[in-house]
């Protein structure tokens, strides 16, 4: 299985013994347990007549994981993080839901069956081939529309492998996967599972949205207060703790480790922790997240002290710029680009509308015709939705925390850019 996926420290410290007793009790609050992590919301499992008529809509045999997963509870709900390398681009995955007949969901399992079946006919037709009327791949988890989790059911070597779907996000997403894309998570639904972990303690949950605190919950409810502590010091065993990683001088041949570090100390300016990051061997030119590495993500934060240390060090800045955009100052980007970074319309106008028109004028200076021709347009067109947006807030039909004051110099700043941008192009 590729680093991305899972966390050989993780794997290590895996296993958890349950008497009969504790699992009946576990099922009874809606917990199972299947490759050595739980499921929530767990529904009874698969009776023979659905499993033969899924398998009849397959063009080979049901992969025996997924099998066996269905038969400890077909359908429920996932707690877990997990990313993958889409492409070049490293992305988290929204596997939340394990499919099933019937669901309230986006669509339920047969549903999802129906959807891919009417894509393989559409391919097939404009390659004017006959479908054979069978998948081969079976979509049985994700999350409504933008995620999907599959098993490869077609014949031959690649049979049993769990592949992943994410929808891609708007290009103002950024260091997010913009593109729909696919990435083969591991060699079967075990390998999958085994990949799930917490990126941070859902025991003791931070930021706005913690994974897990819902999985914490339900444990917290069951009446076995013995089964209780064995379950959460489970849950414990399955966080990525790179804090102890880099205590032990051990994080650097763990990639998920590493990724999640850089991403924290980017965030929060930890610049005594990214020293020490580097000092363990950790590469700070390594991808993080999106296609950035850890100076994108310290732009985008405007972590001042690890961005300077950064540039001190010579990372790459290539395509760093539009990262820095949201808190652009003349002396950044001026470095930014003496250093290389690609100038682009996309930054010169987001600049611009982040308030930083004097830093939008110097990657605009630094633009060639045609993308001096993309900030004309762009800003104009942005600076007329600034306009309509600002009428939207002072007539109430718009509940945003920008003010209309602030709106509408959003769009004066945009159309300062774009009338300086039009008078390069005919200069």
């Not at 269905?70 to 877990?80: K, S």
């Not at 990313?83 to 681009?89: E, L």
């Not at 990126?199 to 605190?213: E, I, T």
């Not at 003010?403 to 941008?421: H, P």
Request: with cysteine.
């Amino acid at each position: 299985m590729s680093e991305v996926g899972a966390s050989r420290a993780t794997l290590d410290r895996m296993g958890l013994d349950l008497s009969a007793a504790e699992r009946r009790v576990m099922r009874d609050g809606g917990l199972v347990l299947f490759g050595d992590r739980l499921i929530r919301n767990a529904r009874p499992p698969i009776d023979e007549k659905t499993l033969a008529e899924i398998a009849a809509r397959c063009s080979g045999p049901l992969p025996e994981g997924l099998v066996a997963l269905w038969r400890v509870t077909f359908g429920g709900t996932l707690d877990y993080d997990l990313d993958a390398d889409f492409g070049g681009v490293i992305a988290s995955i929204s596997f939340r839901e394990l499919f099933f007949p019937g669901s309230n969901h986006y669509r339920d399992l047969f549903g999802w069956i129906d959807h891919e079946a009417e894509l393989a006919e559409d391919a097939a037709r404009e390659k004017r081939k006959r479908w054979s009327g069978k998948l081969d791949a079976l979509p049985f988890g994700g999350f409504e529309y933008c995620s999907r989790m599959y098993v490869r059911v077609a014949p031959g070597p690649k049979h049993g492998e769990a592949v992943a779907w994410e929808e891609g996000l708007p290009p103002a997403w950024r260091l997010r996967l913009n593109r729909d894309a696919i990435a083969t998570i591991g060699p079967d639904v075990n390998a999958l599972f085994q990949a799930l972990a917490f990126d941070d303690d859902p025991r003791a949950p931070r930021g706005k949205y913690p994974s897990g605190v819902q999985l914490v919950e339900c444990i917290e409810g069951l009446g076995d207060a013995g089964l209780r502590a064995k379950l959460l010091e489970h849950v414990g065993s399955t966080v990525l703790d790179w804090r102890a990683a880099l205590s032990s001088g051990t994080i650097a041949r763990d990639a998920r480790l590493v990724r999640l570090a850089f991403l924290e100390v980017a965030k929060t300016d930890d610049l005594a922790s990214l020293e020490r990051l580097h000092a363990s061997g950790c590469d700070l030119r390594a991808q993080v997240t999106g296609g950035g590495s850890v100076i994108d993500l310290a732009l985008m934060s405007d972590s001042k002290a690890c961005v300077r240390w950064l540039l001190e060090r010579g990372v790459p800045v290539v395509d760093s710029l539009g990262n820095a955009v949201d808190h652009a100052s003349v002396e950044l980007v001026t470095e930014l680009l003496r250093r290389g970074a690609k100038a682009t319309s996309t930054a010169a106008v987001t600049a611009a509308a982040n308030g930083h028109l004097d830093a939008a004028l110097l990657i605009l200076a630094a633009l060639d015709a045609a993308g001096r021709k993309e900030v004309v347009e762009r800003a104009q067109r942005q600076a007329t939705n600034s306009d309509e947006s600002a009428v939207s807030v002072e007539q109430k039909k718009l509940i945003s925390d920008v003010t209309s004051a602030q709106y509408r110099d959003r769009a004066r700043q945009l159309r300062e850019l774009s009338k300086a941008a039009a008078r390069k192009r005919s200069s």
